[in-house]
């Protein structure tokens, strides 16, 4: 079974703060994408960045960073000095990769971590 | 923008009543999933089209349904509505069945309540 876990309901940090949102992960499969996504006040689901599980390389993208640990089965989202616009429910997901011609697996979403920052 | 389509944005309805949600994936897209959002449960995964044939089935109520047209939009029909079918239904797309490490772009949702 896939599940993924994001244990922090809800973090509030103050403007320019960093800030690392959890993700814990569960599979069977040795081959699996790992993803985050951002859900702004609007409501919409932003795609930010998808891994795979051979490439553990950190990887940075402005503020944001990820820290993949094959070993924890861990994914974790850093923002660094956080802003306002930040502010949103984050979402970290799962998708086991199948057999080819096994049809393409769904995303398992975590339940979200509601960041708040505070100017 | 992702490029995906959904409407309508906003839904308002009574129990017991059927309603049609729309979504019209990106361009190229072969493939449109179905995803519901509620409190309670989070984001739970619905059901797959690719190409016309349905994939895959998650956790989809027999009173829903989903089809997906020659032009490859998608629509998710919900009937006999309870208070607990509101939430908020997402579509996605991505462009094939099985390629290596897709992300699937979302759409914007539509909220439903039901009253």
């Known amino acids: 079974a896939q599940k993924v876990t994001q244990a922090q309901t809800e973090i509030s940090v103050v403007e320019k703060e960093d800030v690392t949102l959890d993700c814990v992960y569960e599979t069977r499969d040795t081959t699996y994408y790992l993803f985050w996504y951002k859900q702004p006040p609007s409501g919409e689901l932003v795609f930010l960045i998808r891994?795979?599980?051979?490439?553990?390389q950190n990887e940075i993208s402005g503020r944001y960073s990820w820290n993949f640990q094959k070993s924890t089965s861990s994914f974790n989202f850093t923002i660094t000095a956080s802003q306002v616009v930040d502010s949103a429910v984050y979402f970290c997901?799962?998708?086991?990769?199948?057999?080819?011609?096994?049809?393409?697996?769904?995303?398992?979403f975590g339940k979200g971590t509601r960041l708040s920052v505070i100017a | 923008d992702s490029g995906v389509t959904q409407t309508p944005k906003h839904l308002i309805t009574a129990t017991g009543q059927r309603v049609t949600l729309r979504c019209s994936p990106r361009?190229?897209?072969?493939?449109v999933y179905w995803y519901q959002q509620s409190l309670d449960q989070g984001l739970q995964f619905l059901i797959h089209?690719?190409?016309?044939?349905?994939?895959a089935k998650g956790n989809i109520l027999e009173r829903f349904s989903a089809q997906q047209f020659p032009d490859l939009h998608s629509e998710l029909n919900l009937s006999s509505l309870e208070l607990g079918d509101s939430a908020l239904y997402f579509c996605?797309?991505?462009?094939?069945?099985?390629?290596?490490?897709?992300?699937?772009?979302f759409g914007q949702g539509t909220r439903l309540t039901v009253v």
């Open positions: 996605a797309s991505s462009v094939g069945d099985n390629e290596v490490g897709t992300e699937a772009f």
């Open positions: 361009s190229g897209d072969l493939s």
């Open positions: 089209y690719y190409n016309g044939e349905e994939r």
């Open positions: 891994r795979n599980s051979f490439d553990e």
């Open positions: 997901a799962l998708r086991p990769l199948r057999a080819i011609n096994s049809g393409n697996t769904p995303l398992v």
